[in-house]
């Protein structure tokens, strides 16, 4: 992309990672990467305008059923689109299913906007996600496929030292904190073509690691509050997202929400 490059709206299609959790405002909604991104591209250009479609919890499929459509109508300059990762972490996954859809997602989205942006989301460091690397790898390796074929831009978070960092990661070990968010945000920015204003790849200062009780602890409590829950999710096949409407429906104007 050009430096300095000008864009006048954005549009967000995706899951929790997109919403925004666990970056969580003091009224308790979310924020995240993208109303972080739309802030900053909206400080450049009087009028511009953002929609975020994005729902926790939601698979490619319900992606492509209720997001893809709406975004494409739209015709943005650029689409964000993060998707699958939840699929991937099913205890049943069918690739070949997913990396369809997601190749129906993109042929859709691709046309639709100036712009259209994938990613390799980041990978937390640890055993909780292990068993699923293979899945997550592959597919990472078909969005890059997808962008090869489609001109859309990779943001590949899932290499980063940083951003695999624990104390990236909420205690549900599955979201971003807003310092995580905070450092997609700017590697999205950077991939649109936009002056850096830091090194979202910057490793954090070195901690001191926690005792045995105190990870014994932190562990029995996510097993409580945030995994049997999940676990019990998939094996239901209901979603944290079920019924739930997207933040920002329709592309308007951005207007900062109180940090």
């Not at 006048?8 to 997109?18: E, K, N």
């Not at 494409?72 to 699958?84: C, E, Q, R, S």
């Not at 292990?130 to 590949?156: I, N």
């Not at 490793?203 to 676990?231: K, M, N, Q």
């Amino acid at each position: 992309m050009e430096m300095n490059a000008s864009y006048t709206s954005l549009v967000a299609v995706g899951d929790s990672f997109t919403e925004g959790m666990s970056d969580r405002l003091p009224d308790g909604s979310y924020r995240g990467w993208a109303d972080l991104l739309a802030a900053r591209l909206a400080a450049r250009e009087p009028g511009f305008r953002y929609a975020n479609l994005a729902v926790r919890g939601k698979l490619i499929g319900q992606i492509v059923e209720e997001q893809v459509d709406a975004a494409a109508a739209m015709k943005p300059d650029v689409i964000t689109l993060v998707g699958g990762l939840n699929d991937t972490l099913r205890p049943s996954c069918d690739m070949g299913r997913v990396t369809a859809l997601l190749e129906e997602a993109v042929t859709r989205l691709a046309p639709a906007c100036r712009q259209l942006v994938l990613m390799r989301s980041p990978g937390r460091r640890g055993p909780v996600m292990e068993r699923f690397r293979p899945r997550v790898e592959e597919l990472f390796s078909f969005v890059d496929t997808l962008a090869a074929r489609h001109g859309a831009l990779v943001v590949d978070l899932y290499g980063s030292e940083a951003l695999g960092d624990p104390r990236m990661w909420d205690v549900d070990r599955l979201h971003l904190t807003a310092e995580g968010h905070r450092r997609v945000a700017e590697a999205v920015w950077q991939t649109l073509g936009l002056p850096a204003e830091d090194d979202w790849r910057a490793p954090l200062p070195p901690s001191v690691p926690a005792g045995w009780t105190s990870r014994r602890t932190s562990d029995l409590r996510f097993a409580r509050e945030h995994l049997a829950p999940w676990i019990g999710r998939r094996l239901t096949g209901r979603s944290s997202g079920d019924g739930r409407p997207p933040k920002r429906p329709e592309l308007l104007p951005f207007e900062s929400p109180l940090s």
